[in-house]
Each structure stands twice: as structure tokens, then as C-alpha cells.
């Protein structure tokens, strides 16, 4: 069959360039990584777009920041924050980028954001220097990838048990004091296996805070273990569990404060005094547990039961005498004056309140998979049903400590107790259920998809720190369910060329201190285009065009919502968001000694904006998507050897992006409502000492143009510097 020839002429291309990790077996009765995508050959006959960045592909360039990660993927956008992707801002085709709420982020096929349903921004992030792997997905197949379905999901990939003892370290040190330690150890003897995983990385930071010897950089471990038993091959029920136990730590000295355009073109990473004593502290404990029955040849179940308890308090400050400091900076730019030196530390201030944004978070839940093979006549099926229940809560108990600034120092005055809206608990209930058919019709692959959800949310708060009188008047409850359709298609037309379309229905539900009858957010997304593929060459070229019925952002103090509100959801309407992907990955040039020259490119055309008026006119029918880039581009270019050295340079393209839907309204100043239109450039060279070591060395920016890259939350804020790194790894 022709269809099947293509398929095993890809599998045999990837089989080559996945040579590099022998010590991972494919074996038919293991547990397999939670994979939504696969290896990259399998994006040919998916219906949508979709990019695998391989193990190979990270380790080629070593970063530890997931944004530079995802510039090698088209339809992703990001707002960076502190420089060193912390807390990612990650949005997909125009579906938002706060704290990442609209995008389903998933580890293994689990859902990581702290309380996906109730409080979705991903204050939480694992380390990035870990990865094994990432996966991006769009089209009509996210709907078994959900709640977050109108942009689509990402799925980062852990290390996986290996199948004979073996192990990595690698160490690196940098500029700022950086220091980097990754190591793993595992082995599969019998029917067991496991795999030990630790990641360190500690920075001083590259931000000079006035009047202050404090760093501005953070200090953050992650730790994994996995442990696995699967039943012999000679069972008559082919079985095997895995357990994964992670932790991880963070301290960061990390503010929401900004600077001025006057202070940031003086000295774009200098930090102001007030913020000597913002930082953050957050734990992470989780846990899950993963079964697979094999039923027979052509069914397998796959159950995953899993926990997340994940503790913070970002200690930092929140207003200046009773204003946001966001307001206050925008009354600095404009006006300068009395805020602008205050900020500056040259003039006295009172009434600093610092919050402490102290929150605990709970998510658990189970989900199953059922894949099934099946053929009708003609038409081979592959039949996925799965459903999963999931219940999260987010607990804030945050007072404030109230400081004045007194000669350029904090000095401490007084505490307010937590209540109202800093003493408050929300709830989330969520039962979601979804079928994906693929069947084959020749060269013809029909890809059919439902996904149900059911979100039940409560939110209520006390008046009191000692949780006693509960603020009835407040309580919001809201319900948002909703069945999604998707279908899409592709077409193999020889050995080489495929052609795809696709339409899905998009959902994001409120969250959960939205009020009684807030719609989640809807939409009809479409999609149409082609792929290429050879062994040295691959592209794809994709058209998008989203249309939302019902545009929602969950309000925050980080980005509050056009109204002013910072808690709750609000809806705006309808709007639209349509563009153009594009990737490319090729070896342009390939010598007789084995020297080769690869080429990666990845470009996206955006267009996003409001096409109704909110019914309270914050927002209006033109008003542009906020943190939207009407262009993002990416190209990585070099030589290499492989088993002997490479040197590659990546330069990345992020236009300028306005920071509220009002920028482009006629007559609107928007001095202070844009970002800078920014290119970096990193650089990374690798020597193969032995099989067993190398060494590499790479630099961030290497021409060292620092712009603003993002205003929020309160204020300019610039790229990473020039920032050069060592490093060392070694395989045992």
C-alpha cells in the first residue's frame, strides 16, 4: 500500500536521527513516554500543525530558558518577564499569553499549571535545562488535549527510564554566576526499572538594585524519580506500572516592578531601591501513577492518576500610597515629577504596601485512555475514548506589610491582615470526556474528534484573618459546559507531499471567581495547508483563521483586565485572529567528510482584533489582541560533524507589540503602550572530546541589544545581555 510505504519510508528517516540515544529501548511490553505527537515523522499525516523538538534538538543548543526553546516552533508567541523564563507567558495562534492560562500545558501527558481550572496562570514551571523533549499541537486533534483547546497544547517530555544502566552529567558554569548541575542515573534489570533526576541552576542575576547588596538573580532544584515494573513477556496480561515522584524549589529575587523609559535608557538593567526585599518562594510536590493493560493486539487502556501540591508566597510590592505601581509608573513616564523620584529612591514616599501573595494549591485527578485499532471494510481505524475527572483549588492568604521610604530605605511601619479578596478560596470540579478517530481512506486520512467538558467553580472569601465571618455578599459560583466537534483531513499525495485541513471548536472556561452565567471562552478555529518531506528536507506551510464568539481574560494583578478589575473574568466579545505558519528544516550542504550545514527556520504573520463592542466599552470593535507580534521569526544556521563538533548560530525576530487592546485606537499616544521591536542573536559551539564527553560553550544575545520587551506588569522591562556560558557533559 502506498500509504504505508510513506509511513515506513518516514519511520526509517527518523529511526537515523533518533541514533543518538541508544540507551532508550522501544520495546513492545514497556511503558513508552507519554507522548501527544510521537517522533517527528508522524507530523506528516497529522491534521493540523504540528512540531516535535527532539532530545537531539535541545541538547544541540543547551538552553534552559522553554522561550528560546519555542522560537523554533511557528504559532507560539511569548512575553518575556525576568530574562531567564521563570514564570512563561506562552500563547498559541492569538489565544492570550498570561502566566500561559489559555494554553494546555501538560508534562507526560499531565496537566502541570498549578490549579488548571480554577486559577490557570502557571506560576508554576519545571526547569526547562530538564526536558527530554517538547511536542506542540494544533488542529482538530487537540481536542483529546485539553481543557485549553482553542489554541492548542504543549507537552514536555521528561527523561525517560533507561533500558540498561546509564547515566548523564553535565555541569555548567557562566557570566552573573551562573551555575547549572543535571544529572540522571537509571537501569531496567528484569521487570523493574528506575531513574533518579536531579537539576540545579542558580544565577546572582544580571540587575543591579540601588542602594542594595542584594543579587536579583534565583536558585531553583528540581528532583525526579521514577520507578517501573512491567509484567514478563510470557504473562498472559501484558501490564506495566510506573511511578513518578517529583519535587522542586524555588527562590527567586524576583519583583513586578519596572522602570521608567527615561531609567531604561540609562541603564535598561537597573532595579529600584523599593524592591530590595521582593522575592519569591514557591515548593512543588507531586506525584502520579501510570498503568497500561495491554488487551489484546489492537487495544490498549492507559490509566494515569496523579496529584500536584504547590506552595508560594511572592513577597512583593504591590502599591504606592494606596496606587498600583503600574499606575504609578504611568504617571512617572508621562509626568516624571514627584513618582519618578520617589522611584529613584530621591524622594521620601509613604504607605508601601508589600503583599504577601501566599497561596496553596491543590490539583489531582484521574484519566484514562482507551486506543483501539479496528478496521471497517477498507478502512483501517485508530480509535481513541478517554475521559478524565479533575478537581484543583487555589487558597490565598495574603496580608500586607505596609513600609515608608525614608532616605532611600524601607522602613517598616505596620501589618494588615489578610480578608476580602486576600483571604479567599477557589474551587474547581471539571468531568471531560473526548473521542479522536483517525481513519484511513487510501491516501486520504479523515481525522474525527469530540471533546466534552463539565467545569463546576466556587469562590468565596472571609472578613476576617481568622476565617470565622464569611463575606456572603461575595460568593460567586458558575458552571460552563460544552460539547466540541473537530474534523480534519490529510492527503497524501506521493512519497513527499501532503496536503491538510482542519476545523475545530475552541473552548476555555472562566475562571474560578467569575460570576453566575460568565461563558467560557469559544471559538471555531480553521486551518489549511501543506508539508513537505525528505530525508534532508522538510516544510510546512499553514493558514489559521480563529474565530471567537466569545473572547474571555482572567484578571490579574500581573494583567488586570480592560474593566480595571484584577480578579475575576471578563468577557469581551467577539474577535478574530488569522496568520500564517511556517517551518523549515533542512541540510542545505553535506560534505564527503561527513561536514553538513543545517538550516531551521520558523516564521508566523499574525493579525488579531476585537470585532464587537464589550457591553461596558472597555473594549471596542477594532481594538487590537493585546502582546500579539504581527511578526515573529526564527532562524538557527551553522556546521556541523556530527559525533565531532558543531557551531550554530540562532537569530531571533519579535515585533513590537501593543500591551492593551487600546493602542490602536485613533488618537490614542501609545509611547508607553508598545514594545520594542527586538532580533537576538545566540551563538553555541559543541567539541565531542570522546563517545563518553564534550564540551560546549555558548552566548546569549551575543550582540548584547537589550530592548523592551515587555511593560508588564508595572513598567519597561528588557531582554536577558550578553550572557556567555561553559559547560561540560558526560555519558556513562
Not at 110 to 126: D, E, G, K
Not at 344 to 371: C, H, P, V
Not at 609 to 630: F, H, K, N, Q, R
Request: overall charge negative.
Amino acid at each position: 500500500m502506498l500509504l504505508q510505504r510513506r509511513l515506513l519510508c518516514c519511520a526509517i528517516a527518523s529511526a537515523v536521527a533518533a541514533g543518538a540515544a541508544p540507551a532508550f529501548a522501544d520495546r513492545a511490553n514497556e511503558l513508552k513516554p507519554v507522548e501527544i505527537i510521537g517522533d517527528r515523522q508522524n507530523t506528516f499525516s497529522i491534521s493540523g500543525s504540528a512540531h516535535v523538538l527532539s532530545n537531539e534538538d535541545l541538547e544541540k543548543k543547551e538552553d534552559t530558558d522553554v522561550h528560546r526553546m519555542l522560537r523554533d516552533v511557528p504559532g507560539v508567541y511569548f512575553q518575556e518577564e525576568e530574562g531567564y523564563g521563570l514564570r512563561p507567558n506562552i500563547g498559541i495562534r492569538g489565544s492570550g499569553r498570561d502566566r500561559s492560562s489559555k494554553v494546555s500545558l501538560m508534562e507526560d501527558g499531565v496537566l502541570i499549571a498549578p490549579a488548571p481550572y480554577a486559577a490557570p496562570a502557571a506560576y508554576y514551571f519545571p526547569s526547562a535545562g530538564r526536558f527530554y523533549g517538547v511536542e506542540v499541537l494544533k488542529g482538530p486533534d487537540t481536542l483529546r488535549y485539553g481543557p485549553f483547546t482553542v489554541g492548542g497544547a504543549i507537552n514536555f517530555l521528561s527523561t525517560p527510564i533507561p533500558d540498561r544502566a546509564s547515566g548523564m552529567v553535565n555541569v555548567e558554569g557562566g557570566e552573573d554566576g551562573a551555575q547549572r548541575a543535571h544529572a540522571y542515573y537509571g537501569a531496567t534489570e528484569g521487570q523493574f526499572g528506575f531513574m533518579l533526576e536531579a537539576h540545579q541552576q542558580r544565577t546572582m542575576g544580571f540587575k543591579d538594585i540601588d542602594r542594595s547588596n542584594r543579587d536579583s538573580g534565583f536558585d531553583k532544584r528540581d528532583y525526579v524519580a521514577k520507578l517501573r515494573w512491567q509484567a514478563p513477556e510470557t504473562a498472559d496480561i501484558q501490564q506495566a506500572f510506573e511511578l513518578k515522584l517529583e519535587h522542586s524549589s524555588e527562590v527567586s529575587d524576583e519583583t513586578y516592578l519596572g522602570l521608567t523609559d527615561r531609567d531604561f535608557e540609562r541603564d535598561a538593567n537597573r532595579r529600584y531601591g523599593m524592591t530590595d526585599i521582593d522575592q519569591m518562594d514557591n515548593d512543588r510536590d507531586a506525584i502520579s501513577l501510570r498503568h497500561t493493560l495491554v488487551l489484546d493486539d489492537n487495544a490498549t487502556l492507559n490509566t494515569v492518576a496523579y496529584r500536584n501540591e504547590f506552595q508560594r508566597n511572592w513577597f512583593k510590592l504591590d502599591k504606592i500610597d494606596g496606587t498600583s505601581i503600574a499606575s504609578y509608573v504611568n504617571t512617572a513616564n508621562t509626568s516624571g515629577g514627584v513618582n519618578q523620584a520617589v522611584l529613584r529612591g530621591d524622594a521620601d514616599a509613604t504607605g508601601l504596601e508589600f503583599k504577601n501573595n501566599n497561596r496553596e494549591y491543590t490539583s489531582q485527578g484521574i484519566q484514562s485512555e482507551l486506543g483501539y485499532d479496528f478496521s471497517t471494510g477498507d478502512i483501517k481505524h485508530e480509535l481513541v475514548v478517554g475521559a478524565r475527572y479533575h478537581e484543583d483549588e487555589v487558597d490565598r492568604f495574603q496580608p500586607v506589610d505596609v513600609y515608608n521610604q525614608t532616605n532611600g530605605s524601607l522602613v517598616y511601619q505596620s501589618t494588615t491582615a489578610a480578608t476580602g479578596s486576600n483571604n479567599r478560596v477557589e474551587n474547581a470540579d471539571a468531568i471531560s470526556a473526548w473521542i479522536v478517530d483517525h481513519a484511513y481512506l487510501g491516501d486520504v486520512i479523515v481525522t474525527g474528534s469530540l471533546r466534552y467538558e463539565n467545569v463546576e467553580t466556587d469562590a468565596k472569601r472571609w472578613s476576617d484573618p481568622g476565617r470565622n465571618v464569611e463575606d456572603v455578599n461575595w460568593r460567586k459560583s458558575n458552571r460552563n459546559e460544552e460539547l466540541m466537534a473537530g474534523l480534519g483531513a490529510t492527503w497524501l499525495l506521493d512519497d513527499n507531499w501532503s496536503v491538510l485541513a482542519g476545523v475545530h471548536q475552541g473552548f476555555a472556561p472562566a475562571g474560578a471567581s467569575a460570576q453566575n452565567g460568565t461563558d467560557a471562552e469559544m471559538s471555531v478555529n480553521y486551518e489549511a495547508g501543506f508539508r513537505y518531506w525528505q530525508e534532508n528536507f522538510s516544510a510546512d506551510v499553514i493558514a489559521f483563521y480563529s474565530d471567537y464568539e466569545n473572547t474571555i481574560q482572567n484578571c490579574s494583578i500581573a494583567n488586570p483586565c480592560p474593566n480595571g478589575n484584577d480578579s475575576g473574568t471578563q468577557s469581551f466579545g467577539e474577535s478574530k485572529v488569522q496568520g500564517l505558519e511556517v517551518g523549515l528544516n533542512s541540510v542545505v550542504w553535506e560534505g564527503d567528510s561527513g561536514l553538513r550545514a543545517p538550516v531551521r527556520l520558523t516564521y508566523t504573520y499574525t493579525d488579531g482584533e476585537i470585532t464587537e463592542d464589550a457591553d461596558d466599552l472597555s473594549v471596542l470593535d477594532g481594538d487590537v489582541l493585546a502582546y500579539l507580534p504581527e511578526h515573529l521569526a526564527s532562524l538557527t544556521f551553522g556546521l556541523e560533524k556530527p559525533a565531532a563538533w558543531s557551531a550554530l548560530m540562532s537569530v531571533s525576530h519579535t515585533g513590537n507589540m501593543c500591551i492593551d487592546n487600546s493602542c490602536d485606537r485613533p488618537g490614542e499616544v501609545t509611547t508607553f503602550k508598545r514594545t520594542s521591536d527586538y532580533v537576538v542573536a545566540d551563538v553555541v559551539a559543541t567539541y565531542q572530546v570522546n563517545s563518553d564527553m564534550e564540551v560546549y560553550a555558548k552566548v546569549n544575545n551575543v550582540f548584547d541589544d537589550q530592548e523592551i520587551v515587555s511593560r508588564s506588569p508595572a513598567g519597561a522591562r528588557p531582554n536577558q545581555p550578553r550572557t556567555g556560558y561553559l559547560g561540560m557533559k558526560v555519558r556513562f
